[in-house]
């Protein structure tokens, strides 16, 4: 029973970082975005297909 709440609470745990990583590489990516905005065209047009394919 203990082992099955441990298991349990780590597979938590892996989705959780695998979500903050997801989520901080977004905001970091926002943050270049924004600070070129040379490549902002550029960055937006992929970000539209990026969205479509999900």
């Known amino acids: 029973m203990v082992w099955i709440k441990s298991a349990a ?9 695998r979500i903050g ?14 600070m070129s905005p040379s ?7 992929r970000n539209h297909e990026s969205t479509q394919l999900v």
């Open 9 to 17: 609470r780590f597979k938590n745990i892996i989705e959780f970082k």
């Open 21 to 34: 990583l997801h989520i901080s590489w977004a905001v970091c990516r926002q943050a270049a975005i924004r």
């Open 39 to 45: 490549s902002l065209l550029k960055d937006r047009k």
